[in-house]
């Protein structure tokens, strides 16, 4: 049987594949409905990065100390498959909206592979009218639905890599890997208005986000079977995991305590640049190293 432990105890990932039809908030408060039911301490618990809810995938859900890394997240590279209908473009650019433009036009594969390079790198894109920026306070998704004519500034993104999965006559999917701010919704409008006709999109399933992918991924069903079983372990990533990206920064008992109150540490080694300072196995905190001096970027209680 599970030994029941202080809600400090619980901090790590729990990384959900996030089904259809489900918000990432309905996602989080799935998470703890099972826990709760199990009779588990709730800790602290939010995601690392919104998912529409007609799109899949990815979903990371970090609990306790984790939570203090969830903003790391958004910040992330992520990675999607997604699938593009050919023929009516959409007010949400997903299937989800009303049509707003129709065209009889379709592209060949080969015509949908060749201007794949156009969208890939550095380049600005505009953010769709149904999304949580805000304009003048305000969400915009909000004032979409209230009938407003939303104008949205573009944004610097990047797309690392752009690739061709699929293609029928009516549509094309694909995979991309893309800085944070990308917006595949229009990414896929833009890919069909190149081509000469519009599209939204169809099918759009995260594979992976940051440091985390889909083979780590788990249903809802599933996570609910294993804490039943006492099995939580199975399903749960340590709070490193999300620092995959960060090298460790091995320290002593006192300079953990000092990190621990707050306290800089002066004539350290360390190269310059963020680092997790571990004592033997404990994560104590993110740091910041520069010209000597170790300052804490974010603690934990560990």
């Not at 920026?133 to 610097?156: F, I, M, N, S």
Request: hydrophobic share 45%; net charge neutral; glycine share 10%.
């Amino acid at each position: 049987m599970m030994t029941r432990t202080e809600p400090a105890a619980l901090s790590g990932w729990i990384i959900l594949d996030k089904p259809l039809g489900l918000t990432s908030a309905q996602g989080v408060a799935a998470v703890k409905r099972i826990l709760r039911q199990c009779g588990l301490p709730i800790p602290r618990i939010g995601h690392g990065g919104t998912l529409d809810p007609l799109a899949t995938g990815v979903l990371p859900i970090a609990l306790g100390e984790a939570t203090k890394l969830a903003g790391r997240m958004l910040d992330a590279a992520k990675a999607y498959e997604f699938t593009i209908g050919f023929g009516a473009e959409t007010d949400t650019l997903d299937a989800e909206g009303a049509v707003v433009a129709t065209s009889e036009a379709r592209p060949t594969a080969e015509a949908v592979a060749a201007i794949l390079p156009r969208f890939t790198g550095a380049q600005d894109q505009v953010p769709p009218a149904y999304s949580a920026l805000k304009v003048d306070g305000q969400r915009a998704y909000a004032l979409a639905r209230a009938g407003a004519d939303v104008q949205l500034a573009t944004r610097r993104i990047t797309v690392h890599r752009l690739d061709l999965l699929a293609a029928t006559e009516d549509s094309a999917t694909l995979r991309c890997d893309v800085s944070k701010g990308t917006y595949v919704r229009s990414l896929a409008r833009d890919i069909a208005r190149v081509l000469g006709t519009v599209g939204h999109v169809t099918m759009l399933r995260r594979t992976r986000s940051g440091p985390f992918a889909l083979d780590q991924a788990i249903a809802l069903d599933k996570l609910a079977e294993l804490v039943q079983g006492a099995e939580l372990e199975q399903a749960m990533l340590p709070l490193m995991a999300g620092l995959d990206d960060i090298p460790a920064l091995a320290i002593a008992p006192d300079e953990a305590a000092a990190l621990r109150q707050g306290r800089r540490l002066h004539g350290h080694p360390a190269s310059n640049g963020t680092h997790l300072a571990v004592c033997g196995s404990v994560p104590v905190a993110l740091v910041e190293a520069h010209a000597g001096e170790v300052r804490v970027l974010r603690g934990f209680n560990i």
